[in-house]
């Protein structure tokens, strides 16, 4: 029997477990402090600030750490990032996201080589904190195994924005057109922009040295730059003009205009700094003298304009009230301008309105004041003026002024103004009425024939209320069934036979009875109504032609006036086209009439136009031949058939010398084109006689008949067919 051997007491295995539990408490104890070591270590690794965050990332199970300096920069409450699945990542602006992992992989995967990049973060309380990250990839993390990332944190919003308004305002320095100079309280330069060296032809360094009476010393002493100094330091501002002479020419002074700020003290500096510019005195006022001048004068003619003018009836009548003066407001129109412009071109147009506004210069006083407001209208303010009549010799003197032919590029050209006259205080108490009556007494003597003037009267107001009613009630007329056409038998000259006739419109007013196609023919062109009368006028012609085919009347060409606007609008000669066919009339029986300004203002649209309207078997005739300053050569570019010589051109026959010449050389013209010529206007046996003579095709004129309603027309034909069957033919 061996002895049961001795049981270790129970106070001993207590104490084994006490010293187990000891040895595992004082590793984990010891782990630990490795653990803080490492961390400290890291973080003084990779910064010297203590306040500066800290964040880590371990490779392998990717836990993040951020320790309570990262807390506290990007504001969250204390351990609440490293609870959770709060990632850097998810903390990081969307458009820094890729960049910032892109460093973060590429980095430097070696202990000891930190790198650093910028991000925006979301702090705890929404807003984007710019932070600086110093990184560090290592082999040893939380579990010593597969590596991690760290990285301090340092919030740098406030020095990222200091930094981006450096950048905006170097750039704004730099890129200034006007040199630009800082320098302190001691005249030293601390900066300068590019506008500046290319001044100075001095570079930057240099001019980093000087000191800003270097610079200007030559035509400026130290008396100068000591007052200068005083100026700063007593009110932080001085302006003044300051001169230089560039190195490469001393004769060759500039003169600047030269305005000094305070900027405050910059940090770093001592003291404090100031902001020159300089700006070109003589070129900023030669460009406000420009745009001064710009401002109230007429770039083409050099006169005042239209607010110069304001300004100058104002005083006049400032000074007309206070002295009781007199004085005298005419509106002067020139007659026909558009046709000259539309038939020779602008630029003769422009030339012309020179040598007009050159010629009433000329005769007036150095005191008148003549503007032109505009196109073709001029108007001119007589101040201290004695009698009525001393306007109106001034007046006849400017009428007179235009008489003689202008020159203009081998074009002779005859002008005439209509003006029209107001005198204050007779005709108004102020600008504005003045301005109206002379404009509304301007175009009553326009209505009345060119060339001449009228002073305003109170019924001419009434005249213009007219033409408003007119305007109105020709919006009407059409439906009304207020419009109707005469005719006027056009006959051949050789053998006094009728060969066709005229179209006329006229419109039966309700209350002011049968107005001339002179008076409304404007007014439809004006509103555009042109369009749908002339179409009116076509659709009615066409239904006359078929009726008088069903009642078996000898058909006879009949010609159409067709205006600018109407022919210019788009489509026009489609619409012709439509209405023609539709009809079913003869296309040949139709002619149309066009004015010389038809052919010259459209150019190239035109010819083509006419050519479609040729095409479709009408007959082209241009009106009014020898008014519109077309050249014969040019004529033979158009489709024409036939040309209607000016009226005024055979009222001189017989009287003028002059106008049996014109006559002559369009005849002559006309038989080398191949066209056929009517002379419109005949109103006496002689001049239809000579006509004759002179192998003119056709003639048509009150001589041969005035313009007749549809049953006159009809009766005027069947009266000369008979005589004709009688072989008795009236012979001139
Ligand atoms: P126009 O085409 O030159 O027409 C000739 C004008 O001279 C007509 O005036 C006619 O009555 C007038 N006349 C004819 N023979 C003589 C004469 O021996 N002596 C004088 N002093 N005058 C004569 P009306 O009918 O007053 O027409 C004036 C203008 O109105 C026409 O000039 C034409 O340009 C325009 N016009 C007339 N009807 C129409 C139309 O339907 N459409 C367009 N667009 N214009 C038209
Ligand atoms: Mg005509
Ligand atoms: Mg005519």
Redesign the pocket.
Known sequence: NTPPSPQPPVHIKELDYVINRFRTLKTAVLNKGRQVVTKDKQIALLSSDRNDGFWERDSGTHNEYFDKHAHHLLGFPQGTLNKGQRTLLSLIHPDDIELFSQIIDDGPHNNNRPFQTECRIKSFRGEWLWVKFTCRHSNSGFNNKAGCISATLRDITERYIAEQQRRLLTAVFESSKEPVIVFDLDLKILAVNTALTQLTNYNEEFLKDCNLATIFSEHHDFEFFRKLKNTLKRSNKWEGEIRFSHTDNPDDVVIFWLSIHSVGTPVGCNKPSFIGSLSDVIQRKKIEDELRYLATYDSLTGLPNRRLYEDRIQHALSLSKRYNQVFAVMFIDLDRFKHINDTLGHSIGDQLLIQVSQRFQDVLRKSDTLARLGGDEFILLLEKVQSKESVAKIAAILNSQLTSPFKILGNEINASASIGISVYPDDGLTIETLLKNADVAMYASKSKGTNGFLFYQSIMNERAGERLVLENDLHKAIDNNELFL?Y?PKVDLATGIITGA????RWKHPEMGVI???QF?PIAEETGL?VS??EW?LKKVCQKMIAWQHRSLPQIPLA????VK?FQEAGFSTRVCKIIQQSGIDPSLIEL?LTESVLMDTGDKAIETLHELKNLGLSLSI??FGTGYSSLQYLSKFPIDFL?ID?SFVLGVGTEGKSVTIIRAILAMAKGLDLKVIA????YEPQARLLKEFECDYG????FS??LREQHLIHFIEKQYASRLSSDLPSL
Do not use: A, T, W
């Open positions: 005469v006027q005229e179209v006329l419109l001339s196609p002179m023919i042109i009368i002339g006028v159409l006036n067709v205006s109407q009439e009106d009014d209607k009226r419109e206007g005949i109103e048509q004129g009150y001589y005035h313009p």
